[in-house]
């Protein structure tokens, strides 16, 4: 194998940069996610009688424990991402790349459980 020139070890740093970039923006998304649940449960909540004559909103707190379990879930993913992308830089200083899985494994676990539950909700919710 030849020694790497200095393009392709600055396009791995660069490929580093925008994988962590990218897992940002993922972290963001779930927490603004989390935030709108949030916000729109209390909304519910404010709403005068009047309006929801015709319906009746489930009188829990799970849209907010759901909601919270999505901010804690992106900021998780912003963390971890910051923590894999000093993990690799290290790596590739020493000339080594090792492939894991754990970081994407637990976040899309921890995603497909509050997914699932937010489903579980919506379906009680709708047959109540």
Do not use: C
């Not at 660069?14 to 990218?22: F, G, H, M, P, V």
């Not at 927490?31 to 909103?57: C, D, H, N, R």
């Not at 970081?103 to 699932?116: A, E, G, K, Q, R």
Request: a positive charge.
């Amino acid at each position: 194998m030849s020694p790497k020139n200095d393009q392709q070890i600055m396009n791995e740093y660069l490929s580093n940069e925008r994988t962590l970039l990218a897992w940002l923006r993922t972290g963001i998304g779930i927490m603004v996610f989390g935030f709108v649940a949030v916000k729109f449960s209390l909304f519910l909540k404010q709403l005068p009688a009047k309006y929801l004559a015709e319906t009746i909103p489930p009188n829990s707190n799970f849209t907010i424990y759901l909601g919270i379990g999505l901010l804690v879930a992106g900021a998780l993913t912003i963390l971890l991402s910051y923590l894999r992308y000093t993990h690799t830089v290290k790596l590739l200083k020493k000339g080594k790349y090792q492939y894991s899985t754990a970081m994407l494994t637990f976040i899309t676990m921890m995603l497909f459980v509050l997914s699932i539950s937010l489903i579980a909700y919506l379906i009680i919710a709708a047959s109540a």
